[in-house]
């Protein structure tokens, strides 16, 4: 196994088990499905327009696909250890699932590398409170997204503190009144 998986499959244990959540509630999503979500989620905001810098790496950075940038909610600077507290706030269906995608990719010469869970909001915010805790197990400062499973909006966080929000169904307003 190398060195990429076997950390995806300890950063899931470790999650599972310092956070107090089962594996039904958050985990990674299979080695067949990775490709098809990923792709879903590629397709629908990484921006191909470009000749350099394209796909989902580059997104919530410089910019998303320029169809999905007609639905841009807001960018807004965060407080990256606390900003995710008010996930339950602003996705509205908090009882379903979403994906949970980090990445990896520290160099995009490399080429992009995500690692998928599927969470639902509350342990999501759990996880997130200790990878923040613990500079995501040791793995780095990394930037993340949170998608809706049904791909309807997509929230980005970069290492520059800036979450950016695309699509429908979100609630911002607790961006708004900061």
Request: include cysteine; charged fraction near 25%; glycine fraction near 6%.
């Amino acid at each position: 196994m190398n060195r990429s998986a076997s950390d995806i499959f300890r950063l899931e244990h470790e999650i599972i088990t310092k956070c107090g959540i089962s594996k039904e509630r958050f985990r990674k999503v299979s080695g067949s499905q990775w490709e098809n979500i990923y792709q879903k989620i590629a397709e629908k905001y990484a921006d191909k327009t470009k000749t350099w810098k394209n796909g989902l790496h580059w997104a919530n950075t410089n910019g998303y696909s320029p169809k999905s940038m007609k639905k841009l909610l807001g960018c807004y600077a965060v407080d990256y250890s606390t900003w995710f507290h008010f996930l339950p706030q602003i996705i509205k269906e908090e009882n379903k699932m979403v994906y949970f995608l980090i990445d990896k990719s520290s160099d995009w010469y490399c080429g992009e590398e995500f690692w998928i869970f599927e969470s639902y909001v509350s342990e999501l915010v759990k996880a997130l409170d200790l990878l923040n805790h613990t500079t995501f197990l040791d793995n780095g400062w990394l930037d993340y997204y949170v998608v809706s499973k049904k791909y309807q909006w997509i929230i980005g966080f970069n290492h520059h503190d800036i979450v950016s929000c695309i699509g429908e169904g979100l609630n911002l307003d607790c961006f708004k009144n900061q």
